[in-house]
């Protein structure tokens, strides 16, 4: 969790950055503009990337801190009130979520792609995954017993690491194939 929040906070700071370059100059050349499909500026001028009037960027710098925060506090020993577990995985399954429908708007509707968009969408789903996991073992997400029992077959199985890995590696994939050579033209 800590790395990926760290690394999030970092992609969502580099995008704000970006976002107030193309609010000074919207022809503004940014730095992850290499080509046609890997094109930041492409991306950031899509209205989908704006929620409630500014950049998608902003919650990154206001949530990725936190997610480091309770990373570092955990790895501190602290354990935290089973309420604020089950309301930190469902703000950050809404996270992934929206991670997943800006991947989708990007690929299938923009037709180009954001590097530090794309390190947000990896970094969300592999803090979910770990969330998730912390969440299922600890018994902190007032589960039944019958699907805590089966949530807990499924981690302690490391099904939910299976799931990550081919998560990870359809989208890889699925970029490959959609744009195949023209990543690098």
Known sequence: MLIGGLLSLLASFVLSVEAFQLLKNPD????CSVNAIINCASVAKHPSAELLGFPNSFFGLIAEPIVATVAVAGLAGVKFPRWFMAT?????????LFAYYLLYTSVFVIGALCPWCLLVTLTTTLVF?????YNIREDNLWLSKHASKKANAFISKDYDKFLLASIIVLIIAGIIVKYGSDLFA
């Open 28 to 31: 503004a050349a940014l730095s």
């Open 88 to 96: 930190a995985q469902v703000f950050y399954t809404l996270g992934f």
């Open 129 to 133: 995954f770990s969330l998730t996991r």
